[in-house]
């Protein structure tokens, strides 16, 4: 007798008919033996209804009664799929954040968990009840109800079931696994039946959004076991575990090909070759919340000085504006952009003991008349900056290179 | 500096338009240095909304998750209010009835508050702060969520403002107070300003629906002086007091003429006379949850027994059924009904020291040709029983008749 969580997001309960959906399969693991616990997001559309009403009364709305808002979205939620799986005849119970408790830090829209109370859970469950929780909120010391911010009913699922030790946590979604790219780019790319947190971080961060990376952080951190499956589809979805675990004979070197295409490139070209000039580019970025992911700093033989970085499209002008400030100040010669790149990633545990990795990937991109502009690499990722018309043509170029069909 | 709970209903917390106006009249109170606790209801149309989705997933909804989904709904409307109100440059903040927190018993759906914790109110009072809480709501001494019922708002407000020892309970809605009689039956119909406790419950079980007859009770009980006004238009409303406050040397016999077209009468005929025969008929009315509202029992020459009673128009198939058994019981001639009756019935403290109210009635009624079928009073009501032909014109009548105009 296992004891699970399983996490629903927007899609899989919003409709009537979603919900009764949901509450059939948790009727059925049930109905196997399982301990269940289960979170679940607002109904698709609540909290873009919810932000709208409140964007109408304060363009930038209080975050303190924001988060007593959205909150009733999940509230929402729990009690219809509760009454769902007692039409199912399981005897389900629901919990808010507030009372469960989910305690979180005073960061209103963005709270992180601190501790979780599990006595009312593992009595439920003790009694053989079905513990229905809301995702994405809690309450912090004071009793205020906080939200957890984006994805973050995947977190709730994941930090119930790190307090509950849980064997599994199971992330219901529409995709029925992680993939080895998107199956959009290339038809032939393959669900994984296992990756690895690691891996894992650096797919999502990379664009394949299946899981939230805060979430996967998490599993990670706590061990526990996390499983992306379909809500529509049967099947046994991806497991995703610690390196140890994965680490077999026939480990792929690659994983996966990951790709973004909100990417642009900022170049500062011609700084004076002296130290703290990176320093000097790059803060005022930083400063003005602005993220900054591939770094290249290219010294020429007359000792002047181009520093290219990589931020999102949505911030590329505001980050030209600060720089063409500094750019005066340091007497660089010019700033220039380009929003018609894209980054495209390999990545996998096994690049750690294979050589020839990064060879391979050039060659292929090569042999494609693909060029490179910029290459940034860690211990599991090797991602290349292109030119954004060669991004599918990269992406199957690799998948095949790589041997993942 | 006087210390007000005001509680402005569904309709007038409609809409974001409507909410803003509320705000505005709350920013307007609080700048002429009141302490204010504001109490809500959910925005209207809303519970409706969220009954639906229940219902469509289980007909007859699992109270306690009913109560965690209704909640939702007036925590919508105290986090908008108060963005509303920081827009109004008011410092407000929110609680849920939990929060607050309303303690009641374990009858979901309907529960009764036993106890309020002001801590956090009176805190957030003392630091010049608008206190917005949600209606309808509380928390049981396990911690689920429960709600009040029917009218459950104007309850909370009433208890928020026994609690906090509030001047004045301020209850705001469509209507600019409690009228002599309905203006839409009678067009010269006349505000009150003044009303007492004992004829507002008499009144509002009548069917002059502007208030809760459970919030009343309490307003009376707890000596909290309750006042009825309008949310869209400016005025003093009207003031329900305490009967010793009230009784001045103007003090009208009769305050006001209430009706009821939600009456039908049953009558069961030929009942022997014999000792127990009442309690035998109605019994089994009460156990099937049948209200019982007038009752006239008339022992002929021949000492058969007719007893005729009212109730619900809704509940009167069912009661008739019933009673066709007992009446076959008991040797009963026949068990005969009319739904075409209304109650009218005349209210007023001053009644209790005044002789000569009830002949004055009925002459005035037996003057424009209306016969009256059953008869029943109270300390401060006389209510009659009459073919529905003559309610307007009856109310007409007694309302001139009584000087009310």
């Given amino acids: 007798m296992a004891l699970m969580v399983q996490k629903f997001g927007g899609t899989s309960v919003g409709t009537v008919e979603r919900i009764q959906l949901v509450a059939g399969k948790v009727a059925k693991a049930r109905a196997g033996g399982d301990k269940l616990v289960i979170v679940v997001s607002a109904m698709s559309g609540e909290t873009n209804r919810l932000t709208a009403l409140a964007m109408q009364i304060q363009p930038q709305p209080n975050v303190r009664e924001m988060d007593v808002l959205l909150s009733t979205g999940e509230q929402v939620t729990i009690a219809l799929l509760c009454m769902a799986l007692k039409e199912e005849g399981v005897e389900a119970v629901s919990y808010t954040g507030s009372q469960v408790k989910i305690l979180t830090d005073d960061a209103h829209t963005k709270a992180r968990i601190e501790r979780i109370d599990d006595d009312k859970m593992r009595s439920d469950l003790d009694r053989g009840k079905v513990v229905v929780v809301a995702g994405f909120q809690g309450v912090n010391a004071t009793g205020d109800i906080t939200t957890l911010g984006r994805g973050g009913s995947d977190t709730t699922a ?47 961060s990379l664009g394949s959004k299946v899981l939230q990376i805060r979430a996967v952080e998490f599993a ?8 992306v499956l379909s809500t529509f589809k049967e099947g046994p979805g991806t497991l995703i575990t610690l390196d140890e675990e994965n680490s077999s004979m026939e480990q792929p070197t690659v994983s996966g090909i990951a790709f973004s295409r909100d990417e642009a490139k900022i170049s500062v070209l011609g700084v004076p070759d002296a130290p703290g000039v990176a320093s000097k580019v790059l803060s005022p970025i930083g400063e003005a919340n602005i993220e900054i992911d591939v770094i290249v700093q290219n010294v020429a033989a007359d ?35 380009d929003n018609k790149i894209v980054k495209v990633s390999i990545v996998g545990v096994g690049m750690r003991s294979h050589a020839g990795v990064a060879s ?8 494609e008349g693909i060029n490179i502009q910029m290459i940034t690499t860690s211990e599991i990722k090797i991602s290349v900056i292109i030119d954004e018309k060669y991004l599918e043509l990269s992406v199957r170029t690799l998948h095949s290179a790589f041997g993942l069909e």
């Fill in 303 to 337: 000792k002047s000085n181009d520093i290219t970085f990589t931020v999102s499209r949505s911030d590329v002008d505001k980050a030209k504006s600060i720089l063409q400030d500094v750019a005066a100040e340091l007497g660089a010669r010019e700033v220039v952009t």
């Fill in 158 to 204: 994941v930090a119930l079931a790190a307090a509950l030790k849980a064997d599994e946590c199971q992330i219901y979604t529409d995709v029925d696994g992680v993939y080895t790219t998107d199956p959009r780019v290339v038809a032939d790319a393959r669900r994984l039946e296992k990756i690895t947190f690691e891996e894992m971080l650096e797919m999502a």
């Fill in 360 to 367: 391979t990937m050039f060659r292929a991109l090569a042999s």
């Fill in 220 to 227: 990670g951190k706590y061990c526990v076991p996390l499983r």
